[in-house]
């Protein structure tokens, strides 16, 4: 069975720094990209970034291009996001997904993460 | 940026109603690109459709999508107590993926 389980999420302060974290387990985990989408509250969904498989591409949005930095270890099937300089505009639950852009379809998501930038 | 505009923002239906929730990209994206998610409150998204037309494992064939260049639909033949929920088309086509605000279905 596919599973994804974020964690790390957590109330920061302006201008603070994160990092999530998303194990997954079920599947082989080099073989796919990894998404991460975020949800504020009342909102629909936002692409966040995504990383290939081998992690040597990466892509992200341009509201959070220069300030987080998508990574992952596939030895430990984890992937991260490290998150900097949070705004409030930052608040959401951050999912980590399978797949992503033309890699392939965000088919397994995880229960989400919730984030909140705050002071 | 791709931007998804859905239409409309809420159907307001009754159970054993065919539901039909719109797409429209701002510019034309492959039909390999182009999901529809469904999410219940407190929950993450759930794969429905991928690839405009293909449903995803375990779900029922009273979903179904289609379209082409711009214009995509989500078809639900017959509502169920169960479909009640938000749905969200997403495209994977371009970086920035996108998703679009979001079609409610509320039971009428």
């Known amino acids: 069975e ?3 389980v974020e964690s790390g999420g957590d109330l920061v302060q302006p ?8 194990t997954a387990s079920g599947f082989f985990f080099s073989s796919y ?3 991460w989408v975020r949800q504020p509250t009342g909102k629909g969904p936002e692409w966040v970034s995504v990383i290939s498989g ?3 591409s990466t892509y992200y949005a341009d509201s959070v291009k220069g300030r987080f930095t998508i990574s992952r270890d596939n030895s430990k099937s984890k992937v991260y996001l490290e998150m900097n300089s949070l705004r409030a505009e930052d608040t959401a639950v951050y999912y980590c997904a399978r797949g992503g852009l033309w890699f392939g379809i965000n088919d397994q998501w995880g229960q989400g993460t919730l ?4 002071s | 940026e791709i931007v998804l505009t859905q239409s409309p923002g809420t159907l307001s239906l009754s159970p054993g109603e065919r539901a039909t929730l719109s797409c429209r990209a701002s510019q034309s994206i492959s039909s390999s690109s182009l999901a529809w998610y469904q999410q219940k409150p407190g929950q993450a998204p759930r794969l429905l459709i991928y690839d405009t037309s293909n449903r995803a494992a375990g779900i029922p064939d009273r979903f ?7 214009d995509f639909t989500l078809t639900i033949s017959r ?7 938000v749905y969200y088309c ?3 086509g371009d970086s920035p993926g996108t998703f679009g605000q979001g079609t409610k279905v509320e039971i009428k």
């Open chain 2, 64 to 70: 179904s999508g289609g379209g082409s260049g711009t």
């Open chain 1, 2 to 4: 596919v599973q994804l």
């Open chain 1, 15 to 22: 201008g603070g720094s994160l990092r999530l974290s998303c």
């Open chain 1, 54 to 56: 081998s992690g040597a």
């Open chain 1, 33 to 35: 990209a990894m998404t």
């Open chain 2, 79 to 85: 509502l169920e107590s169960d479909d009640f929920a």
């Open chain 2, 90 to 92: 997403q495209q994977r």
């Open chain 1, 115 to 118: 984030v909140t930038v705050s």
